[in-house]
């Protein structure tokens, strides 16, 4: 006799409104919580926001701990969006965000200046 196809949607759903009783999102917070802090799911009850907020914490980037020179292309983009009007910290956080804490290419700068700024940056730029 045939087994029965898994059903994984069926799956997926039924973790996910497992998790939203806990207090979570979604089935992926919850599983980014236990990873965090090594909680079995067993023993977790339901969680506060403010527990929650010390996992994202970790993903904030500290404006504070930059010198320049590190990212040529980062200080270009913290002095492009000076001249726009933008404060230091806040061009750190939205490139360091789209670069998912790493470092962004040209082209990549260029989209992000489409999305945020609503312009190209198309001209010549020097990162020196």
């Known amino acids: 006799m045939a087994r029965k196809p898994r059903d994984y949607s069926a799956e997926y759903r039924r973790r996910n409104t497992l998790a939203k009783e806990r207090g979570f999102k979604s089935y992926g917070q919850q599983r980014r919580y236990t990873e965090y802090t090594g909680t079995p799911v067993r023993y977790i009850g339901t969680v506060e ?66 999305e945020l700024y609503g312009e190209e940056w198309n001209e010549k730029w020097k990162t020196s």
């Open 49 to 114: 926001p403010e527990d929650l907020q010390e996992i994202y914490s970790r993903y904030a980037y500290s404006y504070d701990d930059y010198e320049y020179g590190e990212d040529k292309l980062l200080d270009a983009w913290i002095r492009r969006s000076q001249g726009r009007g933008i404060d230091e910290e806040e061009a750190y956080n939205s490139y360091k965000q789209r670069a998912r804490g790493g470092t962004l290419s040209r082209r990549q700068i260029g989209r992000l200046s489409r």
